[in-house]
């Protein structure tokens, strides 16, 4: 079991509703990835991200997809792309991501609370 944390260390993790603008493959990084450009909505604008999910999405599949992101890390240099954001998912018995998604329509932007 991981760690207890405190409310405020929660709230500190800023959790965005992202819609997915652009996906494309990523051929210099060392593991296959997409580079995203994830749409947080008019107060945080588009982010790019580099994201290892190649075994369960196409970037055709990725366009107009929500996501979750945390939009609060600062921004991480990965081969030649400048990540801007982390989007979210979670490995499934066999070690491939899955996005972690909302079950409906949220605007881009929202807060996760």
Not at 4 to 27: K, Q
Not at 51 to 65: F, K, S, W
Request: charged share 20%; glycine share 10%; proline share 9%.
């Amino acid at each position: 079991m991981s760690g207890v944390i405190g409310w405020d260390d929660f709230m500190a993790v800023d959790l965005r509703v992202g819609r997915v603008v652009s996906a494309e493959p990523f051929p210099q990084a060392r593991r296959p990835a997409y580079i995203l450009h994830v749409d947080f909505g008019p107060e945080l604008g588009v982010r790019k991200s580099s994201a290892q999910i190649t075994a369960h999405y196409t970037p055709q599949t990725l366009v107009g997809r929500l996501v979750v992101g945390v939009v609060n890390f600062p921004p991480k240099q990965i081969g030649p792309l400048m990540s801007e954001c982390l989007v979210t998912g979670f490995h499934d018995a066999d070690g491939h991501v899955r996005l972690c998604v909302p079950d409906g329509d949220v605007a881009p932007g929202t807060r996760l609370l």
